[in-house]
């Protein structure tokens, strides 16, 4: 038990952090990407940056999945059994 | 991404028209006001999309005293939040976005309105991009009934659907005033018990909704016998003008957690046509990985549930969450920017069970928020 509160007090400083502490870190690195002058007086703008699709991406509250499982694998099937009545069930609780 | 968070001012500056709805949502409820700048300002064609626009208007539509500046250009808003009226609104949505785009925000902000609302919105129903009608009718609206806001004043009703690009559906979305919100303690997302869904389809064969069904119960039966997938075929006028068809599927635990999937078809002259069948596997695929990230709130809900906890009664609120979505964590900030609130988040690994992913238990105190407009009866 105190080794699982021990890992779970290193987790959770980086997730809070990743949250909440990712703001300045972001800024820092937006000041440093200079934009190129072509002869003092056009300046080259590169649309594709990845700050810039975040800032101006797309306003939506869907999630997908980045890599989707391998859901023909009965493995993955198997990692998500005990989410369902048919599964296991833990000790002090039944199915009533 | 620049935050000012200048109390004196009390304006918050942004950059992008990223998350756009939650700056605005949070604006409104705070009292803030929001200044966005450098909207698209590198794009071809800068500035705010129509959808925005239609976005803004509901905004002005259900507030008194609302003060919007936009730049000629589009680029730059300025928003001066006004008093949440609520009341019947009407509103044709932008097709560009469906209506659960402009619904998000009606469902954050319609606990916290001086009258009930009773918003009739018109658009497209069901895409690709957002969650659909019927999506959020079965999981937000659960949802907001453990926060306290139940009756028969709550209400999501889809009176005509309508598919991209054409449009032509119709919601009826109504809700109740509370003087303030219950905190929640959702820590156990218990165990799935049956999963529901509905596969509609306009101006093409019903059929096709039949093969949807197949197809998608023939994954989810592996793991459990209580699935029922309804067919909806609208027929005339209340089947919009663009032809389409698509699943959703929401999976209902004993503790009530509802988790959601769902997918559409490509819209009429975009992209290959997509099989039914193909449509079905897929989802149902979907609808796994959703459980698989599990939860008592389902990913596409996790901001609506956050947002509900930090404004809640003085006291603690906790949330079980799958992964948290790059939305919800701009949400988290935003929150930080307007109400100082920060969640306390903890990551929650399952031994030897068999219960997906890792788990992030959220906690908060809420803020105390009350609605100082809602008449005394």
């Known amino acids: ?96 | 991404m620049c935050s000012n968070n200048n109390m004196a001012s009390q304006c918050l500056t942004y950059e992008g028209c990223n998350f756009l709805r939650q700056r605005l949502v949070l604006s409104t409820l705070s009292g803030k006001r929001v200044k966005i700048r450098n909207i698209r300002y590198k794009d071809d064609n800068p500035g705010l999309r129509d959808f925005e626009a239609s976005f803004i208007r509901l905004m002005d539509k259900i507030t008194n005293g609302t003060r919007i500046e936009i730049n000629q250009t589009g680029t730059a808003l300025f928003y001066q939040p006004g008093l949440l009226y609520g009341g019947t609104v009407e509103h044709d949505c932008n097709p560009q976005r469906s209506i659960g785009y402009y619904l998000e925000a009606l469902l954050a902000l319609a606990p916290f309105m001086k009258n009930p609302i009773r918003a009739v919105l018109r658009g497209v129903t069901n895409d690709q991009k957002d969650p659909s009608v019927d999506t959020l009718k079965a999981t937000a609206v659960p949802l907001m009934k453990k926060f306290g806001l139940d009756g028969e004043g709550l209400e999501l009703k889809i009176v005509k659907r309508g598919m991209p690009p054409g449009g032509g559906g119709e919601v009826l979305f109504t809700c109740p005033v509370r003087r303030c919100i219950k905190p929640v303690q959702l820590t156990d997302p218990g165990k799935i018990k049956r999963i529901r869904g509905m596969a509609y389809s306009v101006r093409v064969s019903p059929q096709i909704a039949n093969r949807i069904v197949d197809s998608a119960r023939s994954i989810l039966n592996k793991f459990i016998p209580d699935i029922y997938i309804y067919t909806d075929h609208m027929k005339g006028a209340s089947s919009g003008k663009s032809p389409g068809f698509g699943l959703s599927l929401v999976a209902e635990t004993t503790n009530g957690t509802f988790l959601s999937a769902e997918m559409a078809s490509n819209p009429q002259g975009q992209g290959d046509p997509v099989l039914p069948e193909e449509l079905g596997k897929t989802c149902a695929k979907l609808l796994l990985e959703e459980i698989y990230r599990g939860g008592c709130v389902d990913s596409i809900n996790q901001s609506l549930v956050l947002l509900y906890m930090t404004l809640g009664q003085q006291d603690v609120s906790k949330a079980l969450l799958g992964p948290l979505s790059p939305y919800t964590i701009e949400f988290l900030r935003h929150i930080r920017d307007f109400f100082q609130i920060m969640f306390k988040i903890e990551t929650q690994k399952q031994e030897e069970e068999q219960k997906g992913g890792e788990k992030v238990l959220m906690t908060c105190v809420g803020a105390g928020y009350s609605n100082l407009s809602k008449p005394l009866k």
């Open chain 1, 1 to 96: 038990a105190a080794e699982a509160f021990l890992r779970q007090q290193r987790t959770t400083p980086n997730l809070r952090k990743l949250v909440y502490g990712t703001v300045a870190a972001k800024e820092i690195k937006d000041e440093e990407e200079e934009e190129e002058e072509l002869g003092g007086l056009f300046r080259v703008s590169r649309p594709e940056t990845s700050k810039k699709r975040q800032a101006d991406g797309l306003d939506c509250s869907r999630y997908p999945p980045d890599g989707i499982h391998n859901w023909d694998q009965e493995e993955m099937l198997e990692s998500i059994r005990d989410c369902f009545v048919t599964g296991k069930w833990e000790a002090e609780k039944d199915a009533s």
